[in-house]
């Protein structure tokens, strides 16, 4: 075992390896038709300056989904210098008059897999969508407002900040993605 020092240790070092497991709820693309939709707050980004690096350093991650819990809400969405960057544990995207965008991968975000699952399935059916830098009065002027994680896969925001997203329910163009996105995943288990 290494010392417990701030300098790397010198090779060989004995990783430590701890695993948990537990098993994951149905999600919203199991079945699209019944899903209510969830709702977020907007939470300032005191993150540090590197949140693209996966880290076990995420305890204002876990106090910004804290405090949208206490909201009741079901996840924390940052917003850093006027922009948006991500959720507390997801990736966001708007859609604006039937575009869709989410912030670029950049320093104040961690790109998911997910992230990168939908940015594909939109380009392959079609659906118009840009990485561009998002501002935060777009959050409160979109359509629809979709979080993604690989244990959440594609979920709809229906309400920010106590505000209906839109006519306060998932929208036509989050049905049209969760339907390319349940066909890919039904594809990809039976594969």
């Known amino acids: ?34 899903v209510p939709g969830e709702s977020a707050i907007v939470v300032p980004d005191l993150r540090w300056g590197r949140c693209d690096i996966k880290s076990v350093a995420l305890l204002p991650n876990v106090l910004a989904r804290q405090q949208a819990s206490a909201a009741g809400a079901a996840e924390a969405i940052f917003v850093r210098d006027g922009f948006l960057t991500e959720g507390s544990s997801t990736n966001v995207f708007i859609v604006r008059q039937g575009r869709i965008a989410t912030p670029p991968l950049s320093p ?7 992230r990168e699952l939908v940015i594909e399935l939109c380009r392959t059916h079609g659906l118009f969508i840009e990485e561009r830098e998002v501002a935060a009065q777009a959050l409160q002027d979109a359509d629809e407002i979709w979080v993604t994680s690989s244990s959440r896969d594609v979920l709809p925001i229906v309400r920010l900040d106590d505000r209906p997203v839109g006519e306060g329910r998932p929208g036509p163009v989050w049905r049209t993605l969760a339907g390319h996105y349940r ?9």
């Open 183 to 191: 066909a890919f995943k039904l594809a990809a288990c039976a594969g």
């Open 1 to 34: 075992p290494a010392r417990r020092d701030h300098p790397l240790p010198v090779p060989p070092v004995e990783p430590t390896v701890f695993m948990t497991a537990a098993p994951l709820a149905p999600t919203s693309i199991d079945d699209p038709d019944t």
């Open 108 to 114: 104040r975000i961690l790109g998911g897999i997910t």
